[in-house]
């Protein structure tokens, strides 16, 4: 019943930046947290970066000073921007939400970023 749809990915050089989106069905005071996970293959899924419903956000080390996690509650919508993209952050990246009424977690179906050298 509920959805998460992601969108922005795509092919970037190295050192370039995209900005992912993932819109949600329902407003976004109905979840508790919300964050983007990524998946590169043969590695496993990874904590990319999170934002719970009060504006605190953590930062996979990685990532940390090149990316930040925003909410747009007008548009019910978890931003994802990145920037000084590098090779090694090409993977598929996931959106992901607890309701804070039900602890049920929702998965969007992920959106491939690739980064060329």
């Known amino acids: 019943q509920v959805q998460l749809v992601e969108s922005g990915g795509g092919l970037v050089q190295a050192g370039g930046s995209l900005r992912l989106s993932c819109a949600a069905s329902?407003?976004?005071?109905?979840?508790?947290?919300m964050a983007w996970y990524r998946q590169a293959p043969g590695k496993q899924r990874e904590l990319v970066a999170s934002?719970?419903?009060?504006?605190?956000?953590n930062y996979a080390a990685s990532v940390k000073g090149r990316f930040t996690i925003s909410r747009d509650n007008v548009k019910n919508m978890v931003l994802l921007q990145m920037n000084s993209l590098k090779p090694e952050d090409t993977a598929v990246y996931l959106c992901?939400?607890?309701?804070?009424?039900?602890?049920?977690?929702?998965w969007g179906q992920g959106t491939q970023v690739t980064v060329s050298s």
């Open positions: 329902l407003r976004l005071f109905r979840f508790n947290y």
């Open positions: 934002i719970t419903n009060i504006g605190i956000t």
């Open positions: 992901h939400a607890e309701d804070i009424l039900t602890h049920v977690d929702y």
